[in-house]
């Protein structure tokens, strides 16, 4: 277990307790390391018209893209459990939509980087890790739009 996958484990839990996901229960957190060691999360709000929902990657996503910084992921950490008080619990790892992995694409595309995916489960305990490339083979991105070599 290395360090930096603990801890983006640990923020993406963190990231999770603050889901708004009332109509699922089911509490998704994760967490972008940058390149420069930064760390930005994010988490799923879901809404009354369900099919709106956003997913935890996609917020964390929309957070760095903001920033500017969309070029700039280096690997990635999700969790989705069922909070049990203060605690988040499940025991399988949780794996990222389809959309979303389109959605980290477009980052990982930008960053040069076929990025590594860690799904965790909702008390963390349970991890696999992935390359993006394994996730979503044969991705469409900006190099098909001749935007990236
Ligand atoms: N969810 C995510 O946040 N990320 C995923 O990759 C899978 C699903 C959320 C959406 C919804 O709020 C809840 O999990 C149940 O589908």
């Known amino acids: 277990m290395t360090k930096t996958r603990d801890s983006l484990i640990d923020a993406a839990r963190d ?4 889901a708004y996901a009332p109509y699922s229960g089911f509490y998704v ?3 972008l390391l940058l390149k420069n060691g930064d760390v ?3 988490a799923n709000v879901e809404n ?3 099919g ?3 997913c935890a990657e996609t917020a964390a996503v929309a957070k760095i893209a ?5 070029g700039e992921l280096a690997e990635i950490a999700i969790v989705g459990g069922r909070p049990d008080g203060e605690a988040l619990i499940g025991s399988d ?3 990222p939509c389809g959309r979303c992995r389109q959605i980290l694409n477009e980052a990982a595309e930008r ?3 076929d990025l590594l995916v860690h799904c965790a489960s909702g008390d963390g305990r349970a991890v696999t890790t992935y390359r993006l490339s394994e996730l979503l083979p044969a991705a469409f991105g900006p190099k098909d739009l001749g935007l990236i070599d």
Do not use: C, F, M, Q
């Open 29 to 31: 957190g994760a967490a």
């Open 52 to 54: 709106l929902t956003l």
């Open 66 to 70: 903001n920033e500017g910084w969309i």
């Open 48 to 50: 009354a018209s369900y």
């Open 40 to 42: 930005v999360t994010g």
């Open 111 to 113: 960053s040069k980087t």
């Open 15 to 18: 990231a999770a307790s603050r």
């Open 93 to 95: 790892p949780v794996n």
